[in-house]
């Protein structure tokens, strides 16, 4: 078992079967020494959408509930990184997370939400998981999802 696997495991986090892509891209790309993974929903352990992930925060979720959407997504990316990579120690550091909060207008505390996801990142990777990061708000997302986050890990060999 990997560090960063038996680290999910302290944590009482199961990675699930890494999302299948919803159009015509690929979920994950290596390039050089870098790992990039497209933008993952806040999708659950069993693969679908919570009723309280859906919507826009400022509105029909919370913040909160937002930042624990966000934390999905989180664990999502993990799971694509392991797909791609086999091994999750092969992830010498995650370099950029970019948040994309599915907001009303007047919605200002988009950092908080996204704060659910790069603490997800820290908690699994340590000072590995720490990084670079961008935050927007957006009038809509995929399935109505709360939350989309996007990745770029540099990889070992």
């Given at each position: ?140 997302l995929p399935l109505?999802?709360?939350?989309e986050v996007e ?7």
């Amino acid at each position: 078992m990997s560090q960063i696997d038996a680290r999910l495991k302290e944590l009482g986090i199961v990675l699930p079967v890494a999302a299948a892509p919803l159009a015509n891209y690929v979920p994950a790309a290596i390039t050089g020494n870098l790992l990039i993974i497209s933008g993952q929903l806040c999708l659950g352990a069993d693969g679908k959408l919570a009723d309280q992930h859906k919507g826009k925060l400022g509105a029909t979720v919370s913040p909160e509930e937002g930042k624990a959407a966000a934390r999905n997504c989180a664990i999502n990316l993990l799971a694509q990184a392991k797909a791609a990579l086999g091994n999750l120690d092969r992830i010498a550091r995650c370099v950029r997370l970019g948040g994309f909060i599915n907001a009303t207008p007047d919605f200002a505390a988009l950092a908080g939400v996204m704060n659910g996801a790069s603490d997800l990142m820290v908690e699994a990777l340590g000072d590995k998981g720490r990084h670079a990061r961008s935050t927007i708000g957006v009038a809509e997302l995929p399935l109505d999802a709360a939350v989309e986050v996007e990745a770029m890990f540099e990889i070992e060999a």
